[in-house]
């Protein structure tokens, strides 16, 4: 499977862009790549919220 790849612009602030860059400085990667891995993370949890819908579910022991 091959990824696409495409080009885009963010107008982040200075706050989120220094903690962004501190984070990434951590991990010890480069800015760009946490921040596509920050974006990939929140893609997720975006798609499983749609999938499994927001509210929270309580699973129960059927004891019967």
């Known amino acids: 499977m ?11 602030s200075d706050d989120v862009f ?6 990434a400085h951590e991990r010890n ?3 760009n790549t946490h921040i596509i891995d920050v ?7 975006a798609e499983y919220q749609f999938e499994k819908g927001t509210k929270p579910q ?5 004891k019967t």
């Open 2 to 12: 091959t990824e696409e790849m495409e080009t885009i612009t963010l107008d982040i």
């Open 18 to 23: 220094m903690k962004l860059a501190m984070q």
């Open 29 to 31: 990667v480069t800015l």
């Open 39 to 45: 974006l990939k993370d929140k893609l997720k949890d």
């Open 58 to 62: 309580l699973l129960a022991e059927d």
